[in-house]
């Protein structure tokens, strides 16, 4: 449950003034990294999470250089995706658990801010067997996802094992760049953390609608997307001046929000690249040095597939401002993730 809190809504704190003159839905001109195989919290390392931090902080996102192999992990469980959603209907129905809500998502089942999204979507969670004392305890979101086959399992779970690696080393970077003493704090605090995915696909945009996903931000540490060549998805980056609301707060969700302001920033799909943006732990934690991004997704012409994944704390995390340790303004996260 968050906690009590009488400060105002955040807005946004950036390094340079904006000129949206120039910006008004523009294609995001999004630097791309290339993350070591360990971090060790030497100077360029230090000097690479820095250079994280400030593109969040000016365009809200950037993008991660994938290693041949993880591409390749990537097409595989994008292989595996279109031949599940390729079955019909009524197949992929039976693929739900009433236990941890992972599973099939029908296309319009799902709503952002009181409205039908396009997506289906298959939930992964945090895999479990029945007997883990995690799932007899009753954590939401913990439990046996209903695989729909064996190729499917295999290679989501490759691919989200490397994109959790992925996860831990930019999180030790983005310490570094927030100039944390220990590279290994965010890590620490997502050790055994609730990651988990959704894999979507979209259908081409119809006489009907053009809406993909409505706007919104997402709980946790880190949002990493992986989409084809389709494209349709859209940020909003900061804005001085703008108030992004506490999302973790009940009375302040972001859903919809800004949905049809014109300064958002279509993100054109790089072929081999991760789309990396901050989740709402992070607009808490460093306390209005860094703010959610919010994002959106509209239907193009072709069908669309992408990965959202999620780096997320660990479930009894309690959650506060690193630079204000007596704030009322906190989260136990494995209550606020679940409501």
């Known amino acids: ?38 971090v060790v919290g030497n ?21 991660v250089a994938c290693t041949p192999d993880v591409y390749t992990s990537s097409q595989l469980a994008f292989e595996a995706s279109r ?18 809500f992972a599973g099939y998502i029908a296309s319009g089942e799902e709503l952002t801010a009181g409205e039908a999204d396009s997506s289906e979507i298959f ?14 305890d009753g954590w939401p979101g913990h439990g046996p996802v209903p695989w729909p086959s064996s190729t499917f399992k295999e290679a989501l779970q490759k691919y989200l094992r490397e994109l959790g690696s992925i996860g831990d080393r ?16 965010l890590k620490s605090i997502a050790n055994d953390g609730w990651h988990h995915a959704r894999v979507l696909r979209y259908p081409p945009t ?26 349709g998805l859209s940020i909003r980056p900061p804005i001085n001046g703008e108030i992004r609301n506490r999302n ?18 279509y993100v054109k799909p790089v072929r081999s690249t991760l789309v990396v943006f901050p989740g709402d732990m992070f607009q808490l ?18 069908e669309r597939y992408s990965l959202a994944y999620f780096h997320e704390p660990n479930f009894q995390q309690i959650i506060k401002p690193f630079n204000n340790a007596d704030s009322m303004d906190f989260v136990h996260y494995g209550e606020v993730s679940s409501e």
Do not use: C
């Open 1 to 38: 449950m968050a906690g009590d809190s009488n400060i105002a809504p955040v807005s946004t704190v950036t390094p340079r003034a904006a000129d949206w003159s120039n910006r008004l839905n523009r294609i995001a001109n999004l630097k791309t990294f290339h993350i070591p195989p360990v």
């Open 43 to 63: 100077a360029a390392d230090i000097k690479l999470g820095k250079s994280m931090v400030l593109e969040w902080q000016t365009e809200g996102m950037f993008q």
């Open 83 to 100: 031949e599940f959603f390729a079955r019909p209907t009524s197949e992929k129905l039976s693929y739900v658990s009433d236990l941890t």
């Open 123 to 136: 939930t992964l969670v945090k895999d479990l067997p029945l007997t883990d004392k995690r799932v007899q």
């Open 170 to 185: 930019l999180l030790q970077l983005i310490s570094l760049g927030l100039g944390l003493q220990n590279l290994n704090a």
């Open 206 to 231: 119809s006489s009907q609608s053009s809406r993909g996903t409505g706007s919104h931000t997402d709980y946790g540490f880190l949002v990493i997307i992986t989409q084809d060549d389709a494209g």
């Open 248 to 265: 973790w707060l009940p009375s302040e969700s972001s859903a919809g929000m800004y949905e049809d302001s014109e300064e958002w920033n």
């Open 285 to 302: 934690l460093p306390h209005t040095t860094l703010l959610s991004t919010p994002h959106k997704v509209h239907l193009t012409q072709k």
